[in-house]
């Protein structure tokens, strides 16, 4: 699906047409894994390819 192994936020929100705040949410609510790298997060691909299937209807 995606080129890239891990994504930013802005990324996710992006590529979902969400807003940035919601991604981050997503990962303080433990619904979407995430590493924090100092002051940001990435997110692995394969995880965000589980949360969007895991939401596939």
Request: hydrophobic share 40%.
């Amino acid at each position: 699906m995606l080129s890239k192994p891990f994504m930013t936020t802005l990324e996710i929100a992006k590529l979902l047409k969400v807003k940035e705040p919601t991604v981050r949410s997503w990962i303080h609510e433990d619904q979407l894994k995430a590493v924090k790298l100092g002051r940001e997060y990435r997110v692995a691909v394969k995880d965000l390819e589980a949360f969007i299937d895991e939401r596939t209807t």
